[in-house]
């Protein structure tokens, strides 16, 4: 007979670093790197706990579900709180250039781009991704910024202003149909930004 004290059942032991400070940072870019690597369906909680070196239940805990934890790694990519200021800040005029520049420079950007790669690919394929996408990036980006602006129909305008945007990103960035995959981003820039400022004030 062993004289082993018996296993403890419940929550792993963890080390002190993993519930630390950085934590929740940790989740939060593993979490951005795995649905990167494996899309929504392959992408679970307990694998992104395993990738960020703490148990599943610390995933929960700072983020909630699966979708939760994919709305973050969304966030963290597009910044909301940030370029909002930035795109509001200076007034109506120039607006949809600015909107357009930021857009695209978040594409353009690598280590922004292979994310969102993964969420639109995600989103074109799985129901509960795009549930995601389309709540973020109208709720948390264009509904606030048109709503901001004071102008008619915000929710319209909004839709209209993101199947412009998310429309490019799909052929330039997932599809890349030429020539608009190799084009300056400049010249993309240049042609939707007014076609954006019409959507956004005009009444």
Same mark, same amino acid.
């Given at each position: 007979?062993?004289? #082993? %004290?018996? *296993?403890?059942?419940?929550?792993?032991?963890?080390?002190?670093?993993?519930?630390?400070?950085? %934590?929740?940072? *940790?989740?939060?870019?593993?979490?951005?790197? @795995? &649905?990167?690597?494996? +899309? $929504?369906?392959?992408?679970? !909680?307990?694998?992104?706990?395993?990738? /960020?070196?703490?148990?599943?239940? =610390? !995933?929960?805990?700072?983020? +909630?579900?699966?979708?939760?934890? &994919?709305?973050?790694?969304?966030?963290?990519?597009?910044?909301?709180?940030?370029?909002?200021?930035?795109?509001?800040?200076?007034?109506?005029?120039?607006?949809?250039? *600015?909107?357009?520049? $930021? &857009?695209?420079?978040?594409?353009?950007?690598? #280590?922004?781009?292979?994310?969102?790669?993964?969420?639109?690919?995600? /989103?074109?394929?799985?129901?509960?991704? #795009?549930?995601? =996408?389309?709540? &973020?990036?109208?709720?948390?980006?264009?509904?606030?910024?048109? /709503?901001? =602006?004071?102008?008619?129909?915000?929710?319209? *305008? %909004? @839709?209209? %202003?993101?199947?412009?945007?998310?429309?490019?990103?799909?052929?330039? $960035? !997932?599809?890349?149909?030429?020539?608009?995959?190799?084009?300056?981003? @400049?010249?993309?820039?240049?042609?939707?930004?007014?076609?954006?400022?019409? $959507?956004?004030? @005009? #009444?």
């Amino acid at each position: 007979m062993s004289d #082993a %004290a018996p *296993r403890r059942r419940g929550r792993p032991r963890r080390s002190p670093d993993d519930a630390g400070p950085g %934590a929740r940072e *940790r989740i939060l870019q593993a979490a951005r790197d @795995e &649905f990167a690597e494996r +899309g $929504y369906d392959k992408t679970s !909680v307990r694998g992104i706990a395993k990738a /960020a070196g703490v148990d599943a239940a =610390l !995933v929960h805990h700072y983020f +909630g579900t699966k979708d939760d934890v &994919f709305a973050a790694a969304i966030e963290m990519s597009f910044e909301p709180a940030l370029v909002l200021p930035a795109v509001l800040g200076q007034g109506k005029d120039g607006i949809g250039e *600015r909107l357009a520049r $930021y &857009f695209i420079g978040v594409w353009e950007n690598p #280590a922004t781009r292979a994310p969102l790669l993964a969420v639109v690919r995600s /989103a074109l394929t799985n129901e509960t991704a #795009a549930k995601v =996408l389309r709540t &973020f990036v109208l709720r948390r980006l264009l509904e606030r910024i048109a /709503a901001e =602006l004071d102008v008619p129909d915000p929710t319209f *305008r %909004a @839709e209209l %202003a993101a199947s412009h945007m998310v429309g490019i990103a799909i052929l330039r $960035y !997932v599809i890349k149909a030429e020539p608009l995959a190799s084009v300056d981003p @400049e010249k993309i820039i240049e042609m939707v930004a007014p076609t954006l400022q019409r $959507y956004l004030t @005009e #009444a």
